[in-house]
């Protein structure tokens, strides 16, 4: 059945995935902010900036228009940054219809509330958040793009909404699972950021796979035990939206947070990182997040901690490393026993 879909956010996994949404024959329309882009999208079916050797699906309509995107459409498919998503939610709310069907594909927390994309976009919308569906895991924009097998999962609430969303980005490159724990889901997309942005620094401090496999390693730990007194399930963090994530992001040169911490790792300042990268990298306001979570629910994360001193009090790295390595000494079974 052909749907009518808007995607609303023309960055690299915005465009990417209406690329998938295209190919499965729906009717697409692609929100971008600067008519230069749309007018790319349009004419030339590329997106030089985000996405240089990709040719898009001509059948994708591109427009500046948030009415003209999202007026009776059956999906909107949010794909703007973390910190665009309720400004961008509280336009949308005056076009869309009240039968639409929600999705995102953020990753990251909001600044100050510390709020998960799918509270903001309940309070927006004027949703119950039950409703609304996460769509997370293993998968640069840049491989779906070109097709290569790539493994997701869509979490809702209501089953019944992830089954359909499901169904309308399902095709032989792009697997889609469904997932009940939305709270789970949407943190591990979240965090995995901060792993990959110290996993970027490690590599470039020259310190070796060891060190990465234990980054990782305990960084999934931290992932779980915030994600739990957060309600999560801790089980969701072994599967396509935690570990496999984790593995994508924390070992590609495709991730903007691995490249941004590799940049950091040179020497470079945060501001100069940001500015060189040209796009958003969600991992430094999710690291200041989760630092303040963390702190509120009483959660041990001595990796986020570190790496939140070397982002925002110019600790360097180096001392960085030598004091996780000097922590207080603990058994690994017991701490995996309470957190799992």
């Not at 995935?17 to 692609?30: I, K, P, Y």
């Not at 019944?160 to 969303?165: C, I, L, P, R």
């Not at 997040?289 to 009483?298: E, N």
Request: aromatic share 6%; hydrophobic share 40%.
């Amino acid at each position: 059945m052909k749907e009518k879909v808007a995607v609303v956010g023309a960055g690299s996994w915005g465009t990417a995935l209406a690329q998938v949404l295209a190919e499965n024959g729906h009717d697409v329309t692609l929100w971008a902010r600067s008519v230069p882009v749309a007018d790319e999208l349009n004419q030339r079916h590329t997106n030089k900036k985000y996405l240089p050797q990709a040719k898009l699906h001509p059948a994708i309509y591109a427009t500046t228009s948030l009415e003209e995107a999202c007026y009776n459409k059956s999906f909107i498919l949010f794909a703007v940054p973390s910190h665009a998503m309720r400004h961008t939610a509280r336009e949308v709310k005056k076009v869309m219809n009240k039968e639409t069907r929600i999705v995102h594909a953020a990753k990251g927390f909001e600044q100050d509330s510390w709020k998960r994309m799918s509270e903001v976009l309940s309070e927006e919308l004027e949703r119950d958040q039950a409703s609304i569906a996460i769509l997370s895991g293993p998968s640069h924009a840049e491989e779906v793009i070109q097709k290569s097998p790539t493994t997701v999962v869509v979490a809702c609430g209501d089953q019944e909404v992830a089954k359909q969303v499901q169904y309308v980005l399902m095709n032989t490159s792009f697997r889609v699972y469904t997932h009940s724990d939305a709270i789970g889901v949407e943190v591990g997309g979240a965090l995995k950021n901060i792993i990959a942005l110290a996993a970027g620094l490690v590599q470039g401090l020259g310190f070796g796979d060891n060190a990465k496999a234990a980054l990782m390693t305990r960084g999934l730990a931290e992932i779980a035990r915030l994600g739990k007194a957060m309600g999560a399930k801790p089980i969701t963090f072994v599967g396509l939206a935690g570990v496999g994530d984790l593995i994508v992001t924390c070992t590609s040169t495709h991730s903007r947070n691995w490249r941004a911490g590799y940049m950091l790792s040179q020497g470079k300042s945060l501001s100069v990182v940001l500015d060189e990268m040209g796009m958003v990298v969600e991992g430094v306001k999710t690291t200041r997040a989760a630092h303040a979570l963390a702190k509120h629910y009483q959660v041990e994360m001595p990796l986020t901690e570190q790496l939140y001193q070397v982002l925002f009090m110019d600790k360097e790295p180096e001392q960085a490393a030598k004091d996780l390595m000097l922590r207080g000494k603990t058994n690994e079974m017991e701490e995996i026993m309470e957190t799992w």
